[in-house]
Nanobody
């Protein structure tokens, strides 16, 4: 059974930092790309950052570049998103997701390409 479980959300003041974690199980992660997405009220789900599990290559949305860092620890099947210099517009529910890519190292930005999703964790940034 595939499970993706996020943790680490919360309330932080603008300019602060938060770290999110995603625990993955039931997957052969070397055949997946993993991503962080977010969805604010009334908005579509959007790509934040992604990582090719096999080689560790990363991709960031413009809104995340220079502020967020995605990483993974193979041995523990854990993915992380370190978020610094947070802004009120970063407020959203953050989801981790897994996309089966086989032997490809592509990181997709389209949420429709992802096969499995976590339940989400709320991040609220106050001004």
């Amino acid at each position: 059974q595939v499970q993706l479980v996020e943790s680490g959300g919360g309330l932080v003041q603008a300019g602060g930092s938060l770290g999110l974690s995603c625990a993955a199980s039931g997957l052969t992660l070397s055949r997946y790309a993993m991503g962080w997405f977010r969805q604010a009220p009334g908005k579509e789900r959007e790509f934040v950052a992604g990582i090719s599990w096999s080689i560790g290559s990363t991709s960031y949305a413009d809104s995340a570049k220079g502020r967020f860092t995605i990483s993974r620890v193979n041995a523990f099947n854990m993915m992380y998103l370190q978020m610094n210099s947070l802004k009120p517009e970063d407020t959203a529910v953050y989801y981790c997701a897994a996309n089966f890519v086989g032997f490809s190292n592509t990181v997709a930005w389209n949420p429709d390409e992802y096969d499995y999703w976590g339940q989400g964790t709320q991040v609220t940034v106050s001004s």
